[in-house]
């Protein structure tokens, strides 16, 4: 069983903050959350599907026994270089090989198309995905969502953020 608890993840000191972007540290920002599961897990690969500047990559990185595979389309990252993780310039589909058991999805556009064909290229794992709740479209992906799934804006990002379970664990949200 995997055991989000809300009031410990409000509380989840990042050990990467520091080189992290400044609004990494202000408002409803998901990285809490993403350091939070990382530790829920040890000795597996995560992935990081939409690098960016590389914020998540490290919230993901803050459990050294992971891994982290952090993908994106252009090296647009700014973030230093931890031990654990691996910037990627590539389509993530390429690497499943590599066997996420935890992957996030936080893809520019924003749109749930893209995000719709990585959720049916994904099995037996946990998926958050990011800005669920941004505009009509990542809403209308969300709901139409038929696996188990839980949002966790609360405790995530302001425009919503998402869990899906396709993995073998019953997941509990106290």
């Known amino acids: 069983?995997?055991?989000?608890?809300?009031?410990?993840?409000?509380?989840?000191?990042?050990?990467?903050?520091?080189?992290?972007?400044?609004?990494?540290?202000?408002?409803?920002?998901?990285?809490?959350?993403?350091?939070?599961?990382?530790?829920?897990?040890?000795?597996?690969?995560?992935?990081?599907?939409?690098?960016?500047?590389?914020?998540?990559?490290?919230?993901?990185?803050?459990?050294?026994y992971n891994f982290v595979y952090s993908f994106n389309i252009l090296d647009q990252r700014t973030v230093p270089s931890v031990k654990n993780v691996s910037y990627v310039i590539d389509d993530f589909s390429l690497w499943l090989w590599c066997t996420p058991a935890l992957v996030l999805i936080d893809v520019a556009l924003h749109d749930g198309i893209l995000e719709k064909i990585m959720l049916d290229k994904l099995k037996k794992?946990?998926?958050?995905?990011d800005?669920?709740?941004?505009?009509?479209?990542?809403k209308k992906f969300w709901d139409e969502i038929p696996y188990e799934k839980y949002d966790l804006t609360e405790i995530g990002h302001f425009s919503g953020t998402g869990l899906v379970n396709l993995a073998d664990e019953r997941i509990e949200i106290i």
Do not use: W
């Not at 408002?27 to 829920?40: C, D, I, V």
């Not at 794992?125 to 995905?129: D, E, G, H, S």
């Not at 800005?131 to 990542?138: A, R, V």
């Open 1 to 64: 069983m995997i055991t989000i608890n809300k009031k410990d993840v409000q509380q989840f000191p990042i050990k990467h903050i520091n080189y992290m972007s400044s609004y990494c540290r202000r408002g409803r920002e998901p990285y809490k959350l993403y350091a939070y599961m990382s530790h829920l897990f040890n000795g597996i690969n995560i992935f990081d599907v939409g690098t960016y500047k590389g914020d998540s990559a490290l919230a993901l990185a803050d459990n050294k």
């Open 125 to 129: 794992c946990i998926i958050l995905f």
């Open 131 to 138: 800005d669920i709740h941004f505009n009509d479209g990542m």
